[in-house]
């Protein structure tokens, strides 16, 4: 049974997010309340250039998107969400940006002006989902920031292939991976700076991007302007803003970001390898699993006049595709099949909806459950791991008629 102050509760959060109110609070205080009571703060503010976004810590800056944004193909530059690990972000300029590639393996190193980049290298589009590996944590009850389910975001990205870059440069036999390094950086000199790096077959795969464009206009600031990485499949803490450098290696990279964070226990995810940066036990996150959400409805929404209704939502997994969305309204009993809405692409999230038809008013159980085209499907609890990444357990809300 769902009681009437839980209702009352969550229907004023699904307001609350649908809206634009902000609460201004010192950002002491509220890194204080975001720390100490992470299920009931939602706390809406805005950064410069954004809408009101859910805050989970000013500083570094980490807002998540309402999900009501997600009720459409593609999230708005202006509510994507923002996720950084330190808190020194400079303004880049572009006319003072260079980007530089080097490294041991390759064997003339380049810089490149951002009229270079643009000029000099075929663009390419491309729809992708960026998806932060820690997207719903505060579902797991593990540390980390307490995200709900608005870490991701659909967009169509333009950019040039690193591929194309890199071949200017003449890569080594010896190169196994390649690094990634953007502006940011950490406000105490003892944290590491944040690096990431990929197997050298992902940072020539013809989908990796660096982009300038997001939905059609420049990379807003705090998502990475003037360039990022698309890793398009792989989680989002891959996808480098504010790129700076990249750096062709013959030995894996041993930073901290690759070698003691954003770790999953080996073999527990139907997700792919990565053989230079693994151990026995365990090894770096890589593509997406499968997953969905259902975005017109929350847990607890009151449904007036409600004769048909429709449940929608989106779903998405590492690029393999969606086959199939199923619904339950009656708590995981019987099965629906929803349908599928337009396909942009097997990196981009797949919309959905289903007609409901209920015959009486009153409680109702939803459930939504996506299978990808390699016959993965979503389970039922979610898979458990230290860092709680990779939350795709199944929806299960309860919305009333009345
Ligand atoms: N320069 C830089 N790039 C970064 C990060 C960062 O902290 N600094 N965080 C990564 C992580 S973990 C995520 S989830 C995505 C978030 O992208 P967004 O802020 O554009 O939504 O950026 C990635 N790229
Ligand atoms: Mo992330």
């Known amino acids: 049974m769902v009681d009437r102050r839980h ?36 706390i809406m503010d805005k950064l410069p250039g954004k809408k009101a976004l859910i805050k989970k810590s000013f500083r570094p800056p980490n807002y998540e998107t309402p999900v009501n944004y997600f009720d459409a193909p593609f999230t708005p530059n202006d509510a994507f969400f923002v996720r950084y690990h330190h808190s020194v972000i400079p303004e880049v300029k572009t006319e003072e940006w260079r980007l530089r590639i080097g490294g041991e393996g390759i064997r003339t190193p380049l810089e490149l002006t951002f009229e270079q980049l643009r000029r000099d290298f075929k663009q390419v589009e491309i729809a992708a989902l960026c998806l932060c590996s820690g997207n719903r944590r505060s579902l797991f009850h593990v540390p980390g920031v307490q995200w709900g389910s608005g870490a991701m975001g659909n967009a169509l990205w333009r950019g040039v292939r690193l591929k194309d870059v890199l071949a200017g440069c003449g890569i080594d036999k010896s190169a196994v991976e390649v690094s990634l390094d953007g502006a940011d950086s950490a406000m105490h000199k003892t944290s590491p700076d944040f690096v990431k790096s990929l197997p050298l077959a992902k940072a020539l795969d013809k989908n990796t991007l660096i982009a300038f464009e997001m939905n059609g206009e420049p990379l807003p600031h705090w998502n990475g302007f003037p360039a990022r990485m698309i890793i398009p499949g792989w989680t989002a803490t891959y996808w480098m803003k504010h790129l700076t450098a990249v750096n062709v290696l013959s030995k894996p990279f041993d930073g901290f970001w690759m070698k003691t964070a954003y770790r999953i226990p080996k073999a527990r995810f139907a997700s792919g390898q990565f053989n230079s940066q693994e151990t026995l036990t365990n090894m770096p996150i890589t593509e997406m699993v499968v997953n969905s959400l259902i975005t017109n409805l929350v847990d607890g929404q009151l449904v007036p006049n409600a004769k048909s209704m429709e449940i929608r939502g989106v779903a998405w997994d590492g690029g393999e595709g969606i086959a199939r969305v199923e619904i339950s309204t009656d708590g995981g009993v019987r099965w629906h099949h929803a349908a599928l809405k337009q396909d942009y692409g097997r990196f981009s999230w797949r919309q959905w909806r289903y007609d409901f038809e209920p015959k009486r008013l009153g409680e109702y159980r939803i459930m939504a459950r996506a299978t990808n085209k390699s016959g993965d499907s979503q389970p039922f609890k979610p898979i458990p791991n230290p860092s709680g990444y990779h939350h795709n357990a199944v929806q299960n809300i309860v919305i009333k008629l009345t």
């Open 7 to 42: 209702f009352i509760k969550k229907a004023a959060g699904g307001l609350a997010a649908l809206g634009t109110w902000s609460l201004s609070l010192r950002p002491g205080l509220a890194a204080d309340l975001v720390a100490t009571d992470t299920e009931a703060a939602t």
